[in-house]
């Protein structure tokens, strides 16, 4: 069964939850207190001792996925932002320039080749989509709510559209109750234990049917008519939005005096929870500014995240 995502991060995850549970996953955990002396010795410990006690409480729960890497596909095409009525194809199109800008974006002056990096990805996502409209007899789509994630099960709906693919679904949990009794709320799947996705999909995996492929194909050919510059999350179904939707949340995060660009991004999408990516925050910060409602204070050429910022 080939294994579809849509994000790198989940991407990630799937090829360590298919070998979770029988050998110990290894990993790195990085403690930095303030505390100093013997008060930051033993404050070390302690969480070390806990993230231990996690470790072990995750690998009693682990249920591998099997298989293998090369099952994993990763359709990273980011499909809630952008012109979605062009077609995906092999060389230059809008959907590629689309993911370049955002690996591109002078986040901090950096002098990487993120336009390699970049495409690296378009190539792998274009591999993988190469592979589903191969249509093979069997796929698992991991499926969260976040507006990438949403348009990309109706794109693969629309896509495998009337084939012979029978295609599985695992919705992550809304919540989940851990052994000490924390609640906790996943955004993405990007964000969740590779010890818990065979879990989940032990719990909640089904067969979509062939109406709600219909229904999903058929929305989804409604979005590109509409091909508006955004598309959003609206009482759990894709809608199309203008590239507005989110500023009154952005704005909640004005600061009262000023502060860095990269605070204010930061702080949209973490306490206002706006599921974008952080160029997009940036994009319309440079657009607050355009509009007068925002005033740089300072740069240093670090690039756009160290301006300085305040309200206008």
Known sequence: MLEVCFSDSAKGGLAMAQRCGGDVIGGAVSVITDRK????????????RE??????????????????????????????????????????????EELRSWFCF??????????SAADELWDSSLAGLRRLEAQPEEIRLWVDNLPDTRCGLLFVADILRGSRTSIHIVELPERFERGDGTVVHYRGWGEVDPELFGLFAAAGERVLTSEEIENFSEK?????????????IVDGEVASAGLDWYDDLIRR?????????????????????????????????????????????????????SAVLRRA
């Not at 009693?60 to 194809?89: M, T, Y």
């Not at 002078?106 to 336009?115: L, N």
């Not at 991004?265 to 306490?271: N, P, T, V, Y």
């Open 37 to 48: 002396g013997l008060a930051g010795f033993f404050a070390k410990r302690k969480v070390l």
């Open 220 to 232: 989804w050919r409604q979005l590109q008519v509409q091909n508006a510059p955004l598309r959003v």
């Open 253 to 305: 995060e004005f600061p009262d005096g000023s502060c860095k660009a990269a605070e204010i991004i930061g702080r949209a999408l973490g306490r206002q929870g706006i599921p974008t990516g952080d160029v997009f925050v940036a994009r319309r910060l440079q657009h607050f500014i355009e509009a007068g409602e925002l005033a740089v204070v300072s740069e240093d050429g670090r690039g756009f995240y």
């Open 51 to 96: 993230y231990r006690k996690r470790r072990e409480e995750l690998h009693k729960l682990a249920v591998p996925l099997g298989g293998s890497r090369k099952d994993i596909i990763g359709l990273s095409f980011g499909l809630s932002e952008g012109d979605i009525a062009s077609p995906i194809s092999e060389g230059d199109c809008p959907r590629r």
């Open 106 to 115: 002078d986040r901090h002056g950096e002098q990487e080749d993120f336009a």
